[in-house]
């Protein structure tokens, strides 16, 4: 639940500090010419708790899209040209914004279900077909038999299926769920930055520009509808992409069909995760990237020194949870009673019996050429 509004001291325009009509900053990293606009505050003005939380924006799109959702709502809703520019090119930096935004969902979600579509679940069908295989021309009432074995065609493909190594699986999975933790934990912190702030009525007080000790854009409140859209654009969207990630990469990572690839795919997994990283670096202007690096979120719910250590405990808390989570829903996953799941299991029914991909693997690592023998003799 947000906290009630937090009224800094001297929410209305600020007076000229100089003598000028408006006085204010000389330059404006964003408008990068000379201007006369409401000069900046103190942060000692403010009144605000010594311990207070200062929450540094992602250098992501979504980032860039709570800077120009608040910054320039807050410029369009109280009418005051803070930062030198016309109020148009505010509203087309927020369109701009959610256009990036818009480009970042479809791209994720495009390639996710095209991966799923032609990759993952093509993977997945490959993988079944050659278990069932192997239990169908191998087995004699339900027996291993070593000579039909040595005779079948099918043991490089599945020797070759990476889920057959337990422990290299878990390790990859592991690291994957991990990924995904990194991503609901953001998205969490988010959540809570947002819930952290007051509401307000008062455009005037959902942001306090500051001077001393540095140059910063404190956002300390939201207006109702800055909230809900925030919420429903950034928050909502994160989970369901991340879940969406996390079922997707992880079928993927299980049915891959040999040991580089599975390396291969998971590097392709950690592109898609940083897609919104490198739309802000490369569409995101260099100007909007500074006022961005100056702008925080001030989280006043967690400032007393009884509250701070119950945040300690707290995310001591959510770490040990989530390293059950990950640990444990892995393993769960990798289990008979895991790959039951309709739709995420890759082999239901799987017996762990490829123990005699062992033998296979010693016979593909055996060292050709002896150290101290000539190797590679001339014909």
């Known amino acids: 639940m947000a906290s009630t509004t937090y009224q800094p001291l001297g929410t209305a325009p600020d007076a000229a500090e100089d003598g000028s009509a408006n006085g204010g900053d000389p330059l404006d990293p964003e408008a990068g010419v000379m201007m006369n606009s409401p000069p900046r505050k103190a942060a000692s003005e403010l009144n605000l708790p010594d311990d207070a939380e200062q929450i540094d924006l992602d250098e992501d799109v979504y980032g860039a899209v709570i800077f120009s959702l608040v910054y320039d709502s807050y410029e369009l809703l109280t009418g005051v040209d803070y930062d030198g520019l016309d109020w148009r090119v505010n509203a087309y930096r927020i369109f701009f914004c959610l256009l990036l935004l818009c480009c970042n969902y479809l791209l994720q979600i495009g390639l996710l279900v095209i991966i799923y579509t ?30 039909l074995w040595d005779k079948w065609d099918g ?83 994160k989970f369901i992409i991340a879940a969406f990630l996390l079922v997707v990469g992880t079928i993927w990572l299980a049915s891959t069909d040999s040991f580089e690839n599975l390396v291969l795919n998971s590097v392709a997994l950690g592109f898609l995760i940083n897609i919104d990283e490198t739309i802000f670096a490369g569409l995101v202007p260099k100007t909007m990237k500074k006022n961005i690096a100056i702008t925080k979120i001030v989280n006043l719910s967690v400032s007393a020194e009884a509250g701070y250590l119950l945040e300690v405990m707290r995310r001591y808390r959510d770490s040990t949870l989530c390293f059950i989570a990950v640990v444990g829903g892995v393993g769960f996953y990798m289990s008979s009673w895991g790959q039951m799941i309709p739709g995420i299991g890759i082999f239901p029914g799987y017996l762990k019996d490829t123990s005699p991909c062992s033998s296979w693997w010693g016979k593909k690592a055996l060292e050709v050429c002896a150290y101290g023998t000539e190797c590679f003799k001339l014909g």
């Open 155 to 237: 043991a490089d493909d599945l020797c070759n299926i990476a889920f057959g190594n337990y422990w290299f699986m878990f390790m990859i999975l592991t690291l994957w769920w991990i990924n995904m933790v990194i991503e609901v934990r953001k998205t969490v912190e988010l959540y809570n930055s947002f819930a952290g702030l007051g509401n307000t009525t008062n455009p005037h007080t959902i942001i306090s520009r500051v001077k001393d000790p540095e140059k910063l854009n404190l956002i300390l409140n939201l207006t109702v509808w800055i909230r809900a859209v925030l919420y429903t654009l950034l928050i909502l969207p």
């Open 118 to 147: 032609y990759v993952a679940l093509p993977s997945m069908s490959n993988a079944q077909r050659v278990y069932q295989s192997y239990h169908a021309e191998v087995f004699v009432s339900g027996d291993f038999q070593q000579d």
